[in-house]
């Protein structure tokens, strides 16, 4: 007898949701946390285009702002100290995401839980004991977590002491750290991922590398750039090395931005300055998948006379310690052109591009192209042949809640609908090795740039506004339940 065949994803595919612990912890002073760049990072709230698209301005910090953050008490002006207050709900939080049939859990461990100012040579107990309740809650519902070791969180004094990841000494603290944490929860964790879009160095160097670009100078810049991110590669590759020692069954990824950009025009000019573009947003994961620079980059550091410190013993732990798969954020898409004056700008993942006439945006001018998810990943598969994983994707809306506390994200649903559509057609048309799905913020938490909580990505509503104000209260949006009846019948529910 013929039946008719049910659509769906492959068998043991990973459904969640992904969050970043200064995003939602809170607690920044708790049990003993020390300041991480997060904590110095000051509200911003862009009130028109040009301050949205300043992406820069939104996320540069220098020395006079971080002595005046460390001598303040607000959470009001640095919301990422009172995030969502994950730090005292986590136990509640995880209940709601294994309601909703996560069978994974993407979240970060922040670095100065651990070591309060980085240099340290013992843990601090009370911060592995937070994340081992953590563990053990999502093992209580068969969550299996996906840990990234490092997402925006690097230790202030790391940065003020010794100029964050341009000083080669932070590889050392770095492992030290990561032998740490993989020593008291490698036997629990099956997934790793070191450093979060380790290419967002160079859009926002004091986030990613904690440097503060005041102390250089300017003609020096793009070196210290290039230095921090030669040393956050070599300490990705001996973290990589030290798990597979110690837990060889434990897969390590990286994790970059997927930032897919389209010719403005069929012009020759603005396809080579398109594929010139490209280049950038591939070359640090080449290093980590193939275990080597690639010779456009070389050529780009000696053309632009761009001066990198790296020995041979660096250059053996980058080809000896290659990830085992690929993850990354997508978000949306945008253009490029050789000449973009006169063109429209469009705001993105701390990135501008020009923006693309075919597409919609977002309210924060973020195109919505989920054709363009199946065409990454598409080009991510055929460069690297390895296991993919998305592991940010999502819409950033202003949610309205009704006195029923109800929110209808119809728009949210439309949008993560067309996007799973896209991975299902990208692994059953193309061929593609998908392992897992965990969009971004599955409960509202603070954005990152502009840390404003009212642009909101979850399905569970977080009673909390711009200003910390709010009861921290969590409710189910519709789409928590439309995402549960996703998972359930993995993805069977749109598909067919």
Not at 310 to 338: E, H, W
Not at 379 to 384: A, K, P, S, T, V
Request: charged share 25%; proline share 3%.
């Amino acid at each position: 007898m013929m039946t008719d065949k049910v659509n769906c994803f492959p068998e043991n595919f990973l459904w969640g949701g992904s969050t970043s612990a200064n995003q939602i912890e809170g607690a920044w002073h708790e049990d003993g946390k020390g300041l991480s760049v997060a904590d110095v990072q000051l509200f911003r709230n862009p009130k028109t285009l040009d301050e949205l698209n300043n992406v820069k301005g939104n996320t540069d910090t220098d020395d006079d702002m971080i002595k005046n953050a460390i001598v303040s008490d607000s959470t009001t002006d640095y919301p990422k100290r009172h995030g969502i207050d994950f730090y005292h709900h986590y136990k509640e939080d995880i209940k709601l995401f294994a309601e909703m049939g996560f069978n994974t859990y993407r979240f970060s461990i922040a670095w100065s839980r651990i070591f309060p100012n980085g240099d340290e040579s013992a843990p601090n107990e009370k911060g592995l004991e937070f994340y081992n309740k953590v563990i053990k809650e999502c093992a209580k519902y068969n969550i299996q977590p996906i840990i990234t070791l490092s997402h925006y969180e690097i230790p202030l004094t790391l940065c003020t002491r010794y100029n964050g990841w341009y000083n080669r000494k932070t590889i050392d603290f770095f492992i030290n750290y990561v032998k740490a944490v993989i020593t008291h929860f490698g036997k629990d964790v099956k997934y790793w991922l070191t450093f979060n879009e380790i290419d967002s160095i160079l859009r926002h160097p004091f986030m990613t590398g904690g440097l503060i670009e005041s102390r250089f100078k300017k003609e020096e810049f793009q070196s210290v750039l290039y230095q921090a991110m030669h040393n956050q590669l070599v300490a990705s590759a001996l973290a990589t090395k030290f798990i597979h020692e110690n837990y060889p069954d434990d897969k390590v990824g990286c994790m970059t931005t997927k930032l897919t950009y389209y010719p403005f025009t069929s012009k020759p000019a603005d396809v080579l300055a398109t594929q010139q573009k490209m280049r950038q947003v591939y070359a640090f994961a080449d290093i980590q998948v193939f275990g080597r620079y690639p010779a456009y980059l070389l050529s780009k550091f000696k053309n632009e006379q761009i001066n990198v410190d790296m020995n041979q013993d660096d250059l053996k732990i980058l080809s000896q310690n290659t990830v085992d798969f690929v993850s990354f954020s997508y978000y949306q898409t945008s253009c490029v052109a050789a000449d973009e004056s006169n063109l429209e700008l469009t705001n993105g993942n701390t990135t501008i591009g020009v923006k693309n006439p075919y597409l919609k945006s977002s309210e924060w001018g973020w195109q919505i192209d989920p054709t363009g998810l199946r065409i990454s990943l598409v080009d991510l598969y055929d460069r690297y042949r390895k296991p993919l994983m998305i592991v940010e994707n999502g819409l950033g809306a202003r949610d309205v809640i009704d006195s029923n506390h109800q929110v209808h994200d119809d728009y949210r649903i439309t949008y993560l609908k067309a996007h799973i559509s896209a991975m299902y057609d990208a692994i059953t048309k193309d061929g593609v090795d998908l392992m897992g799905y965990t969009p971004w913020g599955p409960i509202d938490l603070l954005s990152n740039s502009t840390i404003q909580m009212s642009k909101r990505y979850g399905f569970i509503y977080v009673d909390l506004n711009d200003d910390g104000t709010g009861s921290y209260n969590r409710y189910k949006k519709d789409s928590f339940y439309w995402y549960h009846d996703v998972i359930k019948s993995n993805a069977a529910s749109i598909l067919n």
